[in-house]
């Protein structure tokens, strides 16, 4: 990665916004993920007068682990939430983060409609579901937000849950 796209404040400011940000000076945080971050909340609140935001992390099992699998994970759980809560768009982003030893996992931003999403329990059981059928531990879940706007502090503490996909550091 080029050295201009890694910060190591933490804050970062996208639209004249100054949002706080998960890093440490022996991290870094990759920008162009924090853009996009910020890009995907931006829009689907431009979309829907609330969003629920949910962050999870998924661990792998390393006997049962196949190229693909978070890939056909988030389509089949798109997929059922998008039927179960009849939604138009999901919003999602996801880091993998690498241990030295290998061993990887996920974490994941989960956005929706917070009119026909207003409690994570539903979409937290899909998803974990969907995560254990194939052959992987149970996830963690992190945390919710129910967002508005763009600008208030419930806007700022998602984004810096959320920011510690951005992280270099692992």
Known sequence: KKVKDITYNNTVNFDGVLL????????????????????QLKNILSHHCKVLVLRMDFHVNQEQWQEGDFSLF??????LIGKYYKLIRIGHGWGREESKSGSHHYHLVFM?????????MVVTNILTQEWTKLGHPHPRRNNHHML?????????????????LAKIHT
């Open 20 to 39: 706080p940000i998960q890093n440490r000076k022996d991290w870094g945080s990759y920008r162009p993920a924090l853009k996009t971050l910020h890009s």
């Open 74 to 79: 988030l389509k089949r759980s798109k997929q």
């Open 112 to 120: 929706v409609d917070g009119n026909k999403v207003n409690h994570p």
């Open 148 to 164: 508005t706007n763009t600008v208030d502090e419930k806007f700022r503490d998602a984004f810096l849950h959320c920011s510690y």
